[in-house]
């Protein structure tokens, strides 16, 4: 079967949605298509591995009311090969879908463990994968959660949260290694072991199995683990396997240019598999984040609708750590010039990230109300250093 839009995005998620909306917006008889391959329609995906666990949403609030927009979505579809010349895509079932304007929103894959440890594995990444993990996560369930990254950090938070006994394996040394700074990381191992997580930092799962009631896990100092269900949150890697075949430019994602716009003129990509150019950090960047998938899409969706503006905001996440939480923007790389100004290490406080005396990112530790004016700072040319940047983003009321 042939379907026919005049703006086609392939994906579904929180890119999708946003951009669907703002073609809408811009013009408003947009016959607009989606097509992805859950069989869900497009929801929020931070709350799978946050709100969700702690009753503050339920599956309807996390809906995004695609429908809305008017897009005629197609789910439980995987798009398998790209005609630029002929506009057309073509998904695995046979049917074509013919396009005017095309939008790349196709996300990102979790990277796997290197064994088949059966359903009681599971790597984090959509609504099913939190629906296979509830199953398992009841009060007293043995879990293992495989990564000490932004992902495994929160599931490990949220399955303490319903009762569960957590094993946290990660190989480096530290909880957010990378990330946080020494003295910090320290901290959150500490305070994730006084909440009952059993945290094994320095640990690789190398192999497993399924067993009776559960998986038996290798791991590489030696030792074996029995759990009842492992989830595994190891990062993600672009989905570009359509925009190669197409031959888009690729380079860690999807190249793009300021307007979101890919090699070819008539396809745009936005969300976690677009690389795009941030000026305020002088770099290409690919962002997984959900404020990325939201602005880019809405501004793929208006530059695809006739309204190009440029995408040049910079990458903002956030996290909730048990009572812990912290916003941040730019980029946290330990890498950089660390800058630590604490109200009172490991509660509260701001940690600035400098490249020859530009701030590069913030770290806003349990301080709130700052986020506008640390995307401020890291616009300003400086130079900064240790001194000047004491007692600059001080915590809001």
Sequence with gaps: MEH????????????ADAAAKAIREVDTTADVGMVGEETSPPYQRPPLSKAL???DRTLADIDLGTAASGAKLYPGRRIVALDRAAHVVRDGQGDS????RLLLATGATPRLLPFDGGDRVIHFRTLDDYQALRRYARPGAIIAVIGGGFIGAELAASLCGVG????????????????YPDGLARYLDDYYRQHGVDVRSGVRVNGGRPTDGGVEL?????????????????????????AEQAGLKVDNGIVVDAQLRSSDP??????????????ALDRRLRVEHEDAALGMGRCAGRAMAGIADSYDTLP??????FDLGYEAVGLLDTRLEVVEDWREPGREGVVYYLERGRVRGVLLWNTWGQVDAARALIAEPGPFDAASLQGRLPRQA
Excluded at 164 to 179: E, N, Q, T, W, Y
């Design 316 to 321: 903002f996440f956030y996290s909730d750590l």
């Design 4 to 15: 026919m839009h005049d703006y086609l995005i392939v994906g579904a998620g929180m890119a």
């Design 53 to 55: 666990w702690k009753g």
């Design 164 to 179: 569960c006994k957590v094993s946290m394996l990660f190989p480096d040394a530290h909880i957010g290694a990378g990330r």
């Design 218 to 242: 290798d791991l590489s100092d030696g030792s074996l683990l029995r759990v009842e269900a492992a989830v595994a949150g190891l990062g993600v890697t672009p989905n570009v396997a359509l």
């Design 97 to 100: 879908y013919r396009y005017r």
């Design 266 to 279: 008539g396809i745009w990509a936005a969300g976690d598999v677009a690389n795009f150019y941030n000026p």
